[in-house]
């Protein structure tokens, strides 16, 4: 159970929200909870974070290790925070800053080569989805950002599906239609990396999850736990969200 802040919080508020949040997931159901703040506010999760089961991720990183890249962060530097985790390949990094299946893909070998799990997004934009196309363009996704990585690496990657339709729009994919998505790019994978890697991979679902839809979802075997946005920045809702069996 992932949640993205994007560009909210500062430090101070990173502190407030664990505040908030440690007492209402001691008890929580066993799954592992990843929270992804901006750069700046990761030294304070991890700090707020320790002793408790929830974990940090970035929520990108550039594939150098160091280097004249102005404004960028590399993996190591993400790693040395005491993060675990990094999102690749967000719709909106592919929308507004220009990132590709090609930038995913070494991004990705990057996250992996500083020892970060990478939660790989993909996901059709309406226009695929109301022209029939969302199976072929995630398909390209994933053999474009993805179908690249040897078996070993293959196994320690998250998948994220996350219908560009349904990302901060209050439109969720019902439980079905993402489930349908889930099934084209496991069966995708299973082409690349064969039964075994392509079934044990995890793939979340985003766009919308709030505390009130995340049981309908998480009630489909093919999606293995969710990404959230807006409903992760509030302490009281994430924490309903990951504690969903309940
Ligand atoms: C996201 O940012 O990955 C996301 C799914 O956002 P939201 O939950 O706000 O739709």
Same mark, same amino acid.
């Not at 160091?66 to 675990?84: Q, R």
């Not at 299946?101 to 970060?116: F, Q």
């Not at 099934?183 to 999850?209: D, N, P, Q």
């Given at each position: 159970m ?6 909210y919080?500062?430090?101070a /508020? &990173?502190r407030?929200?664990?505040e908030a949040f ?5 008890? #929580? =159901?066993?799954?592992? %909870? @990843?929270?992804?703040?901006p ?7 991890v700090?707020?974070?320790r002793g408790?089961?929830?974990?940090v ?5 550039y594939w ?24 690749i ?9 220009? /990132? &590709?299946?090609e930038t995913v893909l ?5 996250a992996?080569? #500083? =020892?970060?799990?990478? %939660? @790989? ?6 226009e695929h ?6 199976e072929?363009?995630l ?26 339709w349904?990302?901060g729009t209050?439109?969720?994919?019902t439980p ?6 889930h ?43 969710v ?5 992760s ?14």
């Amino acid at each position: 159970m992932a949640g993205n802040w994007k560009m909210y919080k500062t430090p101070a /508020e &990173t502190r407030a929200f664990f505040e908030a949040f440690r007492p209402l997931v001691q008890a #929580a =159901s066993p799954c592992e %909870i @990843v929270i992804c703040p901006p750069f700046p506010d990761l030294p304070a999760a991890v700090e707020s974070a320790r002793g408790t089961r929830v974990l940090v991720g970035a929520q990108n990183l550039y594939w150098a290790k160091e280097g004249a890249f102005t404004g960028e962060v590399s993996g190591p530097m993400i790693h040395a925070t005491g993060a675990t985790h990094v999102i690749i390949g967000h719709s909106e990094r592919r929308q507004y800053f220009g /990132e &590709t299946d090609e930038t995913v893909l070494k991004k990705t070998v990057a996250a992996l080569d #500083a =020892s970060l799990t990478p %939660i @790989v997004c993909v996901g059709e934009r309406l226009e695929h989805r109301e022209s029939g196309q969302t199976e072929a363009v995630l398909c390209e996704q994933c053999q474009k950002g993805i179908a690249g990585l040897e078996a070993q690496q293959f196994a320690k990657i998250v998948i994220a599906y996350e219908p560009v339709w349904a990302i901060g729009t209050g439109k969720t994919a019902t439980p079905e239609m993402a489930a349908e998505a889930h099934r084209m790019i496991r069966a995708e994978m299973r082409r690349h990396f064969g039964e075994k890697a392509a079934g044990e991979v995890r793939i979340l679902y985003g766009g919308s999850v709030k505390p009130d839809n995340v049981k309908s979802l998480m009630a489909q075997p093919e999606i293995d736990g969710v990404l959230v946005g807006g409903a992760s920045l509030d302490a009281v809702s994430f924490a309903r969200i990951v504690s969903f069996p309940s």
